[in-house]
């Protein structure tokens, strides 16, 4: 029997239900969830400068391009069948049909109808993240193989999930095949225990893109190690910010499925960052079989489908004006990128920063020379927080602090047991995408200050 129930002033106290695992482990916030409420929680609007959210930017979403899909929807009930009612675990046949074509008409990837008649396409319930939050419930419980820095968001929820990672260091062109390799051998027999291989092609929070040669080579050593251990090991890749590569620069990218022997690879796109989160439009392509039957089901158990009104508007967005939004899209992006490498070319190189990204997403990810530190009571923070205790650093002439800069630092990024512990203490993502540019120009001239400020 439990003894726990507490009498205080004649008044029964319950003790709480009991969690399982994963539900204790959600009762402490992330570390970087904490940081986030706690910025928030002081942020001044118009003074503060916040580089820690990975919001898109309001001027790329489409509102009147939304309102009008919705009027034609509604006005067609003919095509867009009961858009308003519940709708089914697959997702809408028209937004799948839309997603078949866009991917053919334009040739994502590469791909083409040959490819994409023998993979199925199904919506998540959710956006892109729901889609990956299914995933940890479907597969068996292991090791994920992931890149290092690593996509924080969804690392931590598999790891809450009770999920082990085996991260992999990347550079600015994604992660390391040669290292791949060495950290599976450096596995053994735990080979058999690796439940999925999750890639983020465009990575958050580095901005580096996946080279081609590279995907190939990934695909090419997980089949090896699924013949040798005669089982399909799934790579996920999630393809969230390839369609906003906005560097003409960049090769056009290749999509795995184009050669997938075994039929273990798998891509999840979105269409948050290329039209709006709000739609929470995520899908899933992949070869038809037991994994997708069960993340139909699993759509279904969490909450019967994606909203159908935004599947129905999503499809219309995609049949009539995809291509001129993505131009769009990746033209305001560029733009403020353009600005943001110049200054971080002229201003912060000469101190010793390097950095990767530009090309591609909204991100920076930005080092800072030997013995600077970015993390929570680092120097630097302290400078960008306004906390440094000196009055003529923190505040201006009138006593009013100073603009603070949030960012995410480095070290929440990179898997604690990985290998790139001492270099993520003093690196850190800025996202370029929730303010304008003046504000991120103001920002790059005090994390300028910042850095001086440090070295003095
Ligand atoms: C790598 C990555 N995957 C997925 C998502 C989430 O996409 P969605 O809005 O479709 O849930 C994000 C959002 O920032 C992301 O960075």
């Given at each position: 029997m439990r003894n726990n129930i507490i009498f205080k002033g004649g008044n029964v106290q319950l003790v709480d239900p009991e969690l399982s695992s994963y539900g204790a482990a959600c009762n402490i916030p992330a570390p970087i969830n904490r940081m986030m409420v706690k910025f928030a929680s002081t942020f001044r609007d118009g003074v503060d400068i916040n580089l820690g959210v990975g919001y898109v930017d309001e001027e790329t979403i489409p509102r009147d391009l939304i309102k009008n899909a919705m009027t034609h929807v509604l006005a067609d009930p003919v095509k867009y069948r009961v858009a308003l009612n519940y709708g089914g675990p697959k997702?809408?046949?028209?937004?799948?049909?839309?997603?078949?074509?866009?991917?053919?008409?334009?040739?994502?990837?590469?791909?083409?109808?040959?490819?994409?008649?023998?993979?199925q396409i199904i919506i998540g319930p959710n956006g892109a993240t729901s889609l990956l939050e299914g995933m940890a419930?479907?597969?068996?419980?292991?090791?994920?193989?992931?890149?290092?820095?690593k996509y924080f968001i969804y690392t931590s929820f598999l790891e809450r999930s009770g999920y082990e990672l085996l991260t992999v260091p990347e550079d600015c062109h994604g992660i390391q095949p040669e290292l791949l390799e060495k950290k599976l051998a450096s596995l053994g027999p735990r080979?058999?225990?690796?439940?999925?291989v999750y890639i983020v092609t465009i990575n958050n929070p580095t901005g580096s893109i996946l080279k081609n040669e590279r995907r190939r080579?990934?695909?090419?050593?997980?089949?090896?190690?699924?013949?040798?251990?005669?089982?399909?090991?799934?790579?996920?890749?999630?393809?969230?910010?390839e369609l906003l590569i906005h560097d003409p620069a960049v090769t056009p990218l290749e999509s795995s499925l184009i050669y997938d022997e075994l039929d273990i690879v798998y891509e999840v796109g979105t269409l948050s960052k290329i039209v709006a989160p709000s739609l929470r439009v995520g899908y899933l392509m992949g070869p038809p079989g037991?994994?997708?039957q069960a993340m139909v089901q699993r759509t279904s158990d969490a909450g019967f489908s994606c909203p159908l009104i935004t599947q129905e508007i999503a499809s219309y967005i995609l049949d009539y004006h995809i291509s001129e939004q993505i131009k769009k899209v990746n033209h305001g992006y560029r733009v403020k990128a353009v600005a943001i490498s110049r200054y971080i070319d002229e201003q912060l190189k000469p101190l010793g920063v390097t950095y990767c990204g530009g090309q591609a997403t909204f991100y920076y990810y930005l080092t800072l020379p030997e013995g600077m530190h970015t993390y929570e009571g680092s120097r630097f923070y302290h400078f960008m927080s306004r906390s440094t205790g000196d009055r003529s650093v923190d505040c201006a002439d009138n006593g009013e602090k100073k603009p603070m800069v949030s960012y995410i630092p480095g070290?929440?990024?990179?898997?604690?047991?990985?290998?790139?512990?001492?270099?993520?203490?003093?690196?850190?993502?800025?996202?370029?995408?929730?303010e304008s540019l003046d504000k991120v120009e103001e920002a790059f001239g005090y994390f300028k200050e910042a850095i001086l400020y440090c070295k003095a």
């Open positions: 997702g809408s046949p028209n937004l799948i049909q839309s997603l078949y074509d866009f991917h053919i008409k334009y040739n994502i990837g590469g791909l083409t109808k040959d490819i994409l008649d023998k993979k419930h479907i597969f068996k419980k292991g090791i994920v193989i992931t890149s290092d820095p080979q058999d225990e690796i439940s999925f080579k990934i695909v090419s050593i997980v089949n090896k190690l699924c013949r040798k251990l005669n089982k399909k090991i799934p790579i996920i890749f999630d393809k969230a910010y037991k994994f997708i070290n929440l990024c990179v898997h604690p047991k990985g290998d790139l512990v001492e270099i993520g203490k003093r690196q850190f993502r800025i996202a370029y995408s929730y």
